[in-house]
T-cell receptor, first 115, second 113 residues
């Protein structure tokens, strides 16, 4: 079965410092990986995705993610954090074993950026 | 474009009552989804509709039914609400194809007493 793990419930970082939110996955075959962000009392918003090609994927709001097949990881990164980046972040993988319509989400990582 | 809209935003039910959550999208997407979000558990898929006229069970379908009314609308019905169904419910839509991202509505916060 395909799965996604976000090992950290919470990440704290100072404004201006680089941030990393970790994600590891377990799939059979090639993974379709996504990052979403959720601000308080809002729905999820798409940040970026890896389908194929370059291992470094750039997305919205200055975020990027690095796909590492050997470590089965897809960590989200940003060179310089902003207070406004404080939110809940979800890593997700499409379950291709069931036709790709099902998305499996990690439990989420809460990011706090301190001014 | 309004994107994905959901009604109502909040709802309180008593155990055993029924209700329908409404969802509509204006992006001409083929696929639509219903999720529930519970603390520490991420989002779990309840039902999805790959295209108009089809619906399939997701990870946690028990206690729910869905209707894909047309290409735009996908409703979720709780026939006899239980306290375990207290959650935040999100509707989402996407273009068909596993490589496409999903677009989410603002959510419905449901409390079952």
């Amino acid at each position: 079965a395909q799965s996604v793990a976000q090992p950290e419930d919470q990440v704290n970082v100072a404004e201006g410092n680089p941030l990393t939110v970790k994600c590891t996955y377990s799939v059979s075959g090639n993974p379709y990986l996504f990052w979403y962000v959720q601000y308080p009392n809002r729905g999820l918003q798409f940040l970026l995705k890896y389908i194929t090609g370059d291992n470094l994927v750039k997305g919205s709001y200055g975020f990027e993610a690095e796909f590492n097949k050997s470590q089965t990881s897809f960590h989200l990164k940003k060179p310089s954090a902003l207070v406004s980046d404080s939110a809940l972040y979800f890593c997700a993988v499409r379950d291709l074993e069931t036709g790709g319509f099902k998305t499996i989400f990690g439990a989420g990582t809460r990011l706090f950026v301190k001014a | 474009n309004a994107g994905v809209t959901q009604t109502p935003k909040f709802q309180v039910l008593k155990t055993g009552q029924s209700m329908t959550l409404q969802c509509a999208q204006d992006m001409n997407h083929n696929s639509m989804y219903w999720y529930r979000q519970d603390p520490g558990m991420g989002l779990r898929l309840i039902y999805y509709s790959a295209s108009e006229g089809t619906t399939d069970k997701g990870e946690v379908p028990n206690g729910y039914n869905v209707s894909r009314l047309n290409k735009r609308e996908f409703s979720l019905r709780l026939e006899s609400a239980a306290p375990s169904q207290t959650s935040v419910y999100f509707c989402a839509s996407s273009d068909q194809g596993a490589y496409n991202e999903q677009f989410f509505g603002p959510g419905t916060r449901l409390t079952v007493l």
